[in-house]
């Protein structure tokens, strides 16, 4: 288990406010959700401190992104299956740390790497 997303080694927990994503039936879940309410989606890899800092930037805003989304986090270093997943399903091309918010199905937006910010997500929403 990651560091910031788990209290101790024998306690897992999820990242506070975001469902974790381990298995393609999960996504499956999401999308079909997407029908009725966004679905934001973070890849991230516990191998690249840009990753960690837009995780660090984006837990900062849980509170205001899940008034509009429902929220989830994929450590995309251990559930690869899922992340290719979400770029065979959206057409967005794989890269980490990435946000792709799923509406109707389809991927409308999608940021990356420095570009990954939580205002230009709510205007999405």
Do not use: Y
């Not at 209290?7 to 994503?21: F, I, M, T, Y």
């Not at 251990?78 to 509406?103: A, D, L, M």
């Amino acid at each position: 288990m990651s560091w910031f997303w788990s209290k101790s080694k024998d306690e897992a927990a999820q990242p506070e406010g975001w469902n974790v994503l381990e298995s393609v039936a999960q996504l499956d879940a999401v999308f079909l959700a997407s029908n009725s309410r966004p679905q934001l989606l973070f890849k991230h890899s516990t191998r690249c401190p840009v990753s960690s800092h837009a995780w660090a930037h984006l837990k900062e805003s849980t509170s205001q992104l899940k008034d509009r989304f429902d929220l989830h986090f994929l450590d995309l270093i251990q559930f690869r299956e899922v992340s290719n997943q979400i770029e065979q399903r959206t057409g967005v091309q794989h890269q980490s740390p990435q946000v792709i918010c799923v509406k109707g199905g389809e991927a409308i937006f999608n940021s990356s790497h420095h570009h990954i910010d939580a205002g230009a997500i709510l205007v999405v929403g």
